[in-house]
């Protein structure tokens, strides 16, 4: 079963705009993770966030973790096209992702020029 | 990006034949893994690998049987292929836990 859930399934807005997706999870884990995807290709690790850590920042990137009430969000400021793309969250159980990560189904993502 | 070639990218088969894929990793990492995305599902595990001759079932193993006689190769074979193992499928490696993983292109698999 799908552990993780995105939210929403798709969003789109003007180039320049944030841009915050949401996820929730089921059961305690020991870090989630932010990856991307563009059409055709594989996912791309963006962020990774310890279950001991709130909030992280990377580049344009802002992701937060609430443990309390297993959710995480994640910001991209200032959206350019090339943003245009689907963002998975991924979960690791308390395994640590030895075997294997939980993904949400995805938010797609797109930005208008 | 770390080194990591799938093949092949493309396969269109027939109900009831073998299919193998095949995951290549130049990073000497210890973790493999196989997923399959499809729509309205995200990435299912399909079966990974914590070592050579070392491997176990993920969520949707049915039908799935792999091997890794070598560090770099991962394989995913579908020993009877049926038309709802059509998918895309995600090989990933990582060297350590609590790390991220890093993906392969993928490849698109159409069994007709």
């Known amino acids: 079963s799908q552990q993780g859930e995105e939210d929403p399934q798709a969003l789109s807005i003007q180039e320049g705009e944030n841009a915050t997706m949401n996820c929730s999870y089921k059961?305690?884990?020991?870090?989630l993770q932010w990856y991307r995807q563009n059409s055709g290709r594989g996912l791309v690790h963006l962020i990774l966030i310890r279950s001991n850590e709130r909030e992280k920042h990377s580049g344009r990137l802002r992701v937060t973790l609430d443990t309390s009430k297993k959710s995480s969000s994640l910001l991209i400021t200032a959206s350019r096209a090339a943003d245009t793309a689907s963002y998975f969250c991924a979960t690791d159980g308390t395994g640590g992702g030895a075997d294997g990560l939980t993904f949400g189904k995805g938010t797609h993502l797109i930005i208008q020029p | 990006d770390a080194g990591i070639t799938q093949s092949p990218r493309h396969k269109v088969t027939e109900t009831g034949t073998p299919v193998t894929l095949r995951c290549h990793q130049t990073?000497?990492?210890?973790?493999m893994y196989w997923y399959r995305q499809d729509p309205g599902h995200g990435l299912r595990l399909i079966h990974y690998s914590y070592g050579v001759k070392d491997t176990d079932k993920g969520e949707v193993s049915d039908g799935y049987s792999v091997s890794r006689s070598k560090t770099e190769d991962f394989l995913l074979t579908l020993e009877s292929a049926t038309s709802s193992q059509t998918s895309v499928y995600f090989c990933?490696?990582?060297?350590?836990?609590?790390?991220?993983?890093?993906f392969g292109d993928g490849t698109r698999l159409s069994i007709l």
């Open positions: 990073e000497n990492h210890r973790y």
């Open positions: 990933a490696i990582t060297g350590q836990i609590n790390q991220p993983q890093h």
């Open positions: 059961t305690s884990i020991n870090n």
